[in-house]
């Protein structure tokens, strides 16, 4: 069996190793168009950074590791130039000699990848604008960087202008993973960095009130953000610098841009070779990774895939899950029966001393799939015991199942503990565990790493409340009009309150009951709503009808509620 896998890195790497290793017989070749297989792509931003100083740091494998270790056919600098699936042919045109053959396979793994998107505008091939998918492309920005771009020989002689020496400015367009990675990377080199996005929030996976969070933060570290406002073109001065032009009219001088607007799967080879293409415009795969054609398997960022949790077909470019395509492909080829599940998206990402993390379907969503049987919680737990030093707060939003609890998708942001926190709430989901099955969860706990009641099992704790009756829940998008009762101590509402609400702390509303009506709803909120729950079982005991508003004040300052 000869076995040709188009792509050498994360999910071709990933298929042409396992299949080696359930196969010694197979004939294997693998090409990659560039000159490296198996790299840490997601490693770039790093690399740019100087987290991850050598590049050769970034080389998890060599084109000689596959053929002597593995005994497989590497060829880099190869580029497939043509597929014909009814003779089960390649073409390959080798970038070094221009020399261009043809090799037969009896099944043909695709793993091209997803290509970043680059927008025909004006100005767009000026120098100083870079995209981040490849080593490379890291080398080009750290040498932009570090040598400055008027020491790089003939790069700008085309255009007569004398280009800046050490970039002082940059901006970055584009607030998904790879644009924060960058802002934060880019202000560790002590440039002063504007973030631009098309969108209203950063992170487009997450709920508009957790990115505002991120949005927060970034701030806070000195970068210029601008939302809502998509790119126009660029310009360049007489003096070498950039122009970024933005659609609302507004100009943003820049030394260096990296445009991390997103990535489009390559789907090229996939046409060539007459398969189908999903309505999310990437390679449509089934469970097995099979593609239309029964010959031809595809993985990665170039397919489509049901999504876990929802069933919907969609994108999700992350290493990850293009590892286990990989392996799966690999393991069908071999004669295995492996099915790939689904992606959820979990998927973390650093930003400057905080942590954002998120698993699973979002609210958004939801409510844009029209699914009405599910519930929201806030919490704010301590990343660990608050006595032992260090503890830093969590944002923690998990949806859930109302009808039988089970967890649909968690999003966390803090500064500790925030991996951990989303890896639980990954397998948990992808076990199809309940809320319930949080509030039992066994958790590894000691004073520096956790709680004797983790925020994971809190989550379920307090979901599970929600789900029997206990504590009556309510957001603050559903308070218009009703009774506000604030039991926070008088000292916290000096520095925040919400007009209209009476304040009875919580210690005096046994003794203060007679203030309160029985005849209407009663939202309790405090700061973080643990002290509201407290208050919300007092008050349903004794004949009130009461809600606990999820996540109370610090959900209140996410939601941006006047």
Known sequence: MKVIIVGGVAGGASCAARLRRLDEKAEILMVERGPYVSYANCGLPYHVGGSIEKESSLLV???????????????????????????????LKNHGTGEVTAEKYDKLVLSPGAAPIRPPLPGIDLPGIFSVRTVPDARSIREWLVRGAADLSGMNSHT??????????????????????????????????????????????????????????????????????????????????????????????ADIVILAIGVRPETTLAKMAGIEIGQRGGIRVDEHMRTSDPDIFAVGDAVEVRDF????????????????????????????????????????????????????????????????DFEKIYLFPNSHAGYYPGAKMLAIKVLFRKSDGRLLGAQVLG??????????????????????????????????????????????????????GDMPLCHWNSVENGFLLDVRNPPELAKESVPGALNIPLPQLRARLGELPRDRDIFVFCRSAQRSYFATRILLQNGYKARNISGSMLSRSMLGVA
């Open 415 to 468: 500064e500790e503990g925030v991996d951990k926190r989303i890896d639980s709430f990954a397998m948990a989901i992808q076990m199809g565990c309940t809320v319930y099955d949080l509030e039992e969860a066994e958790l590894g706990y000691a004073p520096p790493f956790g709680s004797a009641k983790d925020p994971v099992n809190f989550a379920g704790m307090i979901a599970a409340n929600v789900l029997r």
């Open 160 to 253: 007569g202008f004398q280009a800046p020496t050490k970039p002082k400015r940059a901006v970055v367009v584009g607030g998904g993973f790879i644009g924060l990675e960058m802002v934060e990377n880019l202000v560790h080199r002590g440039l002063e960095v504007t973030l631009i996005e098309k969108l209203g929030q950063v992170m487009p996976p997450l709920d508009p009130e957790m990115a505002r969070l991120v949005e927060r933060y970034i701030v806070k570290h000195g970068v210029r953000l601008e939302l809502d406002d998509g790119l126009a073109g660029f310009q360049q001065s007489a003096d070498g610098s950039l122009e970024v032009l933005t659609s609302s009219g507004n100009r943003h001088p």
């Open 61 to 91: 494998a060599t084109e000689q590791t596959f053929r002597v270790q593995f005994a497989i056919d590497c060829r880099t600098r190869c580029e497939v130039t043509g597929i014909s699936s009814k003779q089960k042919t390649v073409e």
């Open 309 to 372: 949790v929802t069933g919907q077909w969609t994108l999700i470019p992350l290493a990850g899950p293009a590892n286990r395509q990989g392996r799966i492909a690999a393991d069908v080829i071999a004669g295995r029966d492996s099915r790939f599940r689904g992606t959820q998206g979990t998927s973390i990402c650093k930003i400057f001393e905080g942590v954002i993390a998120q698993t699973g379907a979002s609210e958004k969503v939801l409510v844009r799939l029209g699914d009405k």
